[in-house]
C-alpha cells in the first residue's frame, strides 16, 4: 500500500498563491489516481482536484476551477496543486489520496484507498 505525505501549507494572504504536495513511497506511484480532498474548520471532507492514473483526466470542483492546477510528476513520486488567487474560504487542512488503476469515481472519498495526514493552508482576509 502506498503511504502518502503532504507538504507545503501555510498562511497566506487572499489572493496570494500556494502550491502544496504529495509524495507517495514505492515504486509503483504511476499506477495510481491521484485526489486532493480539503476539510474546512467544523466541516465535512469535500473534494477539490484529481488526476487519473494516465493523466488523461483531469477533475476540478466548481469552486477551484481556473484558480487551481493539480499535477503530478512520476520521476519523483509526487502530485501538486497550484493555488492561485486564494480566497479566505479555501482555508482548511488538504488531504492527498491515492487508488490505483481506476478513475471511474475520482470525486468520491470513498474510491481512494490511501490517505495522507494533511496539511493546513490558512487564507488571511
Known amino acids: 500500500q502506498v503511504q502518502l505525505v503532504e507538504s507545503g501549507g501555510a498562511l497566506v494572504q487572499a489572493g496570494g498563491s500556494l502550491r502544496v504536495s504529495c509524495t507517495a513511497s514505492?515504486?509503483?506511484?504511476?499506477?495510481?489516481?491521484m485526489g486532493w480532498f480539503r476539510q474546512p474548520p467544523g466541516k465535512e471532507r469535500e473534494f477539490v482536484a484529481a488526476?487519473?492514473?494516465?493523466?488523461?483526466?483531469?477533475l476540478y470542483t466548481d469552486s477551484v476551477k481556473g484558480r487551481f492546477t493539480i499535477s503530478r510528476d512520476n520521476a519523483n513520486n509526487t502530485v501538486y496543486m497550484q493555488m492561485n488567487s486564494l480566497k479566505p474560504e479555501d482555508s482548511a487542512v488538504y488531504y492527498c489520496?491515492?487508488?490505483?488503476?481506476?478513475?471511474?469515481?475520482?470525486?468520491?472519498?470513498?474510491?481512494?484507498?490511501?490517505w495522507g495526514q494533511g496539511t493546513q493552508v490558512t487564507v488571511s482576509s
Open positions: 489520496a491515492a487508488r490505483p488503476f481506476s478513475e471511474v469515481t475520482m470525486t468520491l472519498e470513498s474510491f481512494y484507498t490511501a
Open positions: 488526476i487519473s492514473w494516465t493523466g488523461g483526466r483531469i
Open positions: 514505492g515504486r509503483s506511484f504511476s499506477s495510481y489516481t
